[in-house]
T-cell receptor, first 112, second 108 residues
Framework: DTGVSQNPRHKITKRGQNVTFRCDPISEHNRLYWYRQTLGQGPEFLTY????????KSRLLSDRFSAERPKGSFSTLEIQRTEQGDSAMYLC??????????FGAGTRLSVL | DAKTTQPTSMDCAEGRAANLPCNHSTISGNEYVYWYRQIHSQGPQYIIH???NNETNEMASLIITEDRKSSTLILPHATLRDTAVYYC?????????FGAGTRLTVKP
């Protein structure tokens, strides 16, 4: 068990570019979650998957954001046409059947 | 999910018990109380959770009041490495709503 893995750890991009982050959950976990965290605030829920199905999306997840989990294993979070307000830490977590959520170290996005 | 209220910050002396309070007066009967902590630049780390009964594990103890409107996380012998932001969360749907948490500083 290597824990939840997120790549890249850091991403710097220019405003208007598209970015994609990857999350590899703990292998037997069927649920996968995405959160966003800005400086000084707690993580904010964005969306979660049960296997490959996306079951809930926060209103924070604008139409520029899309998340996928095509085979019920790893997940990607894409942000299109990035804005400076998208600068944040993007956290991924996984759980088994809705139990304890285990978090990755996050991807820190800086939009210049 | 229940709204939780925590003090913004607390200090604790190294080696002493750290008692972190949380109010969750709107918690519903099937909502668990979860505690996580986040050390700078890392993802949140699970500590403990409970429904009605007090719980203890190798990291901490969780005391939940009988009316379930508040709880206390106890770190029995705080170390400098326990300096972190501690989050109390009421959760039933598994879409956890984190607040701003309590910044605990353990001082030598």
């Amino acid at each position: 068990d290597t824990g939840v893995s997120q790549n890249p750890r850091h991403k710097i991009t220019k405003r208007g570019q598209n970015v994609t982050f990857r999350c590899d959950p703990i292998s037997e976990h069927n649920r996968l979650y995405w959160y966003r965290q800005t400086l000084g605030q707690g993580p904010e829920f964005l969306t979660y998957f049960q296997n490959e199905a996306q079951l809930e999306k926060s209103r924070l997840l604008s139409d520029r954001f899309s998340a996928e989990r095509p085979k019920g294993s790893f997940s990607t979070l894409e942000i299109q046409r990035t804005e400076q307000g998208d600068s944040a830490m993007y956290l991924c977590a996984s759980s088994f059947r809705g139990g304890i959520q285990y978090f990755g170290a996050g991807t820190r996005l800086s939009v210049l | 999910d229940a709204k939780t209220t925590q003090p913004t910050s607390m200090d604790c002396a190294e080696g002493r018990a750290a008692n972190l309070p949380c109010n969750h007066s709107t918690i519903s009967g099937n909502e668990y109380v979860y505690w996580y902590r986040q050390i700078h630049s890392q993802g949140p780390q699970y500590i403990i959770h409970g429904l009605k009964n007090n719980e203890t594990n190798e990291m901490a103890s969780l005391i939940i009041t009988e009316d379930r409107k508040s709880s206390t996380l106890i770190l029995p012998h705080a170390t400098l490495r326990d300096t972190a932001v501690y989050y109390c969360i009421g959760d039933k749907n598994n879409d956890m709503r984190f607040g701003a948490g309590t910044r605990l500083t353990v001082k030598p």
